[in-house]
């Protein structure tokens, strides 16, 4: 089963205004990274948060983490249309690589 | 760099034959790991390899297997394929040893099974 779930599941916004979408995770957590993926192609890592950091800027990139709430939270500001695609949250919990992903969240731009 | 790379991309598969899916890293990265994804579950960890081992598996059956070569090549094999194994399957490298790992994925296979 999945460690997160991402909330909304789809989100529609004009070009032009923010997107934010948020996750929730279930255990303890040493890293939450975010992804992009466009149209059931490969996944694009956008950022990385440690469980000891509460926020993270890159470029158009917001994102913050809640540990006692086991939840974070991504915003893309002035939204584009080429940021249309599906975003997950990632989390790892133990050794090595081991991911788990979030359900995500399909976000379409409209120009 | 090159970037991560899968072969074939496309695959369609009758239910009880067998597959072979291959993912060459970037350059210099020794960690590969492998994901199933589908609309129904979602991305599913399916196992790490890191300088040959294998270092962590997900909860899949035993018919999912994987290996990883000292070039750090890795192959996944699917044996008595069924319906469901019907995927986009995602191999993803990574440079680090320790964490925090920063993966990089290919732009996976998809595999059809009838």
């Known amino acids: 089963s999945q460690q997160g779930e991402e909330d909304p599941q789809a989100l529609s916004i004009q070009e032009g205004e923010n997107a934010t979408m948020n996750c929730s995770y279930k255990t303890s957590i040493n890293n939450l990274q975010w992804y992009r993926q466009n149209s059931g192609r490969g996944l694009v890592h956008l950022i990385l948060i440690r469980s000891n950091e509460r926020e993270k800027h890159s470029g158009r990139l917001r994102v913050t983490l809640d540990t006692s709430k086991k939840s974070s939270s991504l915003l893309i500001t002035a939204s584009r249309a080429a940021d249309t695609a599906s975003y997950f949250c990632a989390t790892d919990e133990g050794t090595g690589n081991q991911f788990y992903f979030g359900t995500g969240t399909s976000l379409t731009v409209i120009p | 760099k090159a970037g991560v790379t899968q072969t074939p991309r496309y695959l369609i598969k009758t239910r009880g034959q067998q597959v072979t899916l291959s993912c060459s890293p970037i350059?210099?990265?020794?960690?590969v790991s492998w994901y199933q994804q589908t609309p129904g579950q979602g991305l599913q960890f399916l196992f790490e390899y890191f300088s040959e081992t294998q270092r962590n598996k997900g909860n899949f059956p035993g018919r999912f297997s994987g290996r990883q070569f000292s070039n750090s090549r890795s192959e996944m094999n699917v044996s008595t394929l069924e319906l469901g194994d019907s995927a986009l399957y995602l191999c993803?490298?990574?440079?680090?040893?320790?964490?925090?790992?920063?993966?990089?994925f290919g732009p996976g296979t998809r595999l059809t099974v009838t």
């Open positions: 993803a490298s990574s440079a680090t040893a320790q964490g925090p790992y920063e993966q990089y």
């Open positions: 350059s210099g990265h020794r960690s």
